[in-house]
């Protein structure tokens, strides 16, 4: 396993992320195409 530029948040104690939230793919993009921007273009493709 690898980990390239992890994207991560700090949580407290008190801080609750259900499963479906904290555990995200990662898909292969093209230079420049950021995860956050892939992820925002596919969740407004499919509502």
Not at 7 to 20: A, C, G, M
Request: glycine share 2%; net charge negative; aromatic share 8%.
């Amino acid at each position: 396993m690898e980990i390239y530029h992890p994207e991560y948040k700090i949580l407290s104690d008190f801080d609750s992320v259900p499963i479906e939230d904290s555990l995200t793919p990662i898909y292969p993009t093209t230079e420049g195409l950021q995860q956050a921007r892939l992820r925002k273009v596919i969740n407004q493709a499919l509502l």
